[in-house]
């Protein structure tokens, strides 16, 4: 830092004053100067101060607040210019305190030390500000919006703190900046232990971002974590996780490459949400259809074309073979669990919330102890989860209800109840 050496005039005119014109002794006379000097220098300091802050900065404000640019804005918001002005009465202080000091030179030295120590933790301050700017003007940019900016800016943060340590280390211990440089390359491994979690998050956070892996605002799932909910932050140490129950859970960044997880992004930019369910039917309840059913299904809009084509069909596969009416085994029927199949393909096709340009389709699964699994697939419309819920239930209700048309009875474990009535 540079110092000025010159004795200004004012403390020759103040020794005048207490010696010759108020006749005070030289020692008291020395400190008596010392403190009005240092009286002087804080008014200074503090008008110099005073002025930047609210002449300039205030003037600048008004400027930048005037155009038409957005981002400036965020400069004003995080006091960028404000901590600007705490630099010019640091300055002050080093460039006339060996004037002021000049019969207390050990006292100058150290005066000028604070300075410049003040000067570095000001600029330190001030990068980590402007840094923050820029996160946050960066974050709000669309095709950076998903992007883990925060957590590049914080490895920079990271590196003005290490070059600002290492130059107020200079100043207080008189050495080079190279020499500690030098002494930080033996302790490499040291390093390397405390910063760990900070080197595994950087890494982490360069594969995520490479490889597209997660982005602010999906929706993850990490059942080891307990987490399943919105991506709210990508740090370099964390990424924090807002769950459907409003908690907040905070997860290791480099988790996300030794951990699996999932991410529901491709159902959000898909065409709709997957619907998966189903309906456990007795296989006792099956039966084949008789004309009354029949004549009934035919009321139903949703199939009576089906009922009327594939009845047809039937007819004429029956009609060719011989002796069916002694052969009944052999003849083509309906039966209330393929009519029903089909209803609820019909129905599940005709609904206004299901994607009609995805897969619809209701099959059979494998039997099980629980009866015939009817699975309906296909995929909602709505995507947000309150309506999507709402859609499911609404098919359901309706399939759950109307097996009772078709004569089917739906799967249920028995209860103490139905116990009860066996013994009757």
């Known amino acids: 830092m540079i110092q000025i050496e010159k004795k200004y005039n004012i403390a020759l005119w103040l020794d005048k004053l207490f010696i010759d014109d108020f006749g005070l002794e030289p020692v008291p006379a020395l400190y008596l100067k010392l403190l009005t000097l240092i009286l002087v220098l804080a008014i200074i300091c503090f008008l110099s101060w005073y002025f ?9 404000h008004k400027f930048l607040l005037k155009t038409e640019v957005i981002w400036d804005d965020v400069f004003i918001e995080k006091r960028v210019f404000e901590k600007i002005a705490y630099l010019i009465p640091a300055f002050i202080v080093v460039l006339i305190s060996p004037s002021i000091f000049a019969d207390f030179p050990t006292l100058t030295d150290f005066v000028v030390l604070l300075s410049n120590i003040f000067i570095i ?8 500000t402007v840094l923050s700017v820029f996160d946050e003007i960066l974050s709000k940019i669309i095709i950076l ?12 943060k990271i590196v003005v703190y290490f070059i600002g340590g290492i130059l107020v280390l200079s100043l207080v211990l008189g050495k ?3 020499y500690f440089l030098g002494a930080m390359g033996a302790m490499t491994a040291i390093l390397l232990l405390i910063f760990k979690d900070t080197i595994l998050g950087f890494v982490a956070s360069i594969q995520m971002s490479v490889y597209d892996m997660v982005r602010v605002g999906d929706w993850i799932s990490m059942p080891k974590y307990d987490a399943d909910g919105d991506v709210l932050s990508i740090n370099l140490n964390t990424v924090k996780i807002q769950n459907w129950d409003k908690t907040i859970t905070t997860i290791p960044t480099y988790a996300f490459i030794t951990d699996s997880f999932k991410n529901w992004r491709g159902m959000n930019d898909s065409g709709g949400r997957r619907i998966k369910r189903a309906i456990y039917l007795k296989v006792s309840s099956f039966q084949f259809c008789d004309e009354k059913m029949l004549s009934q299904f035919k009321k139903y809009k949703l199939i009576q074309d089906y009922i009327t084509k594939k009845g047809d069909d039937v007819q004429k596969f029956n009609s060719k073979i011989i002796d069916n009416e002694i052969d009944s085994v052999n ?10 199949r089909i209803y609820a393909e019909k129905y599940i096709t005709a609904h206004p919330d299901i994607n009609k340009d995805m897969t619809i389709m209701v ?3 494998e039997s099980t102890s629980k009866g015939l ?3 309906i697939y296909c995929f909602s419309a709505e995507k947000e989860w309150l309506k999507y819920e709402n859609i499911i239930s609404d098919i359901f209700d309706h ?26």
């Not at 933790?121 to 001030?126: E, K, P, Q, T, Y």
């Open 373 to 375: 699994p009817l699975e």
């Open 176 to 178: 080079s900046p190279f």
């Open 145 to 156: 919006k998903d992007k883990p900016i925060t957590s590049y800016i914080q490895v920079l």
């Open 52 to 60: 930047t802050k609210i002449v300039i900065v205030r003037f600048l």
């Open 331 to 340: 003849l083509r029927r309906f039966t209330n669990i393929g009519v029903f």
């Open 363 to 365: 099959r059979q699964l």
């Open 399 to 424: 399939l759950f209800t109307i097996t009772s048309e078709f004569e089917l009875e739906v799967f249920e474990e028995p209860t103490g109840k139905d116990f009860r009535n066996i013994n009757r």
């Open 121 to 128: 933790l000001v600029l330190i301050n001030l990068a980590i």
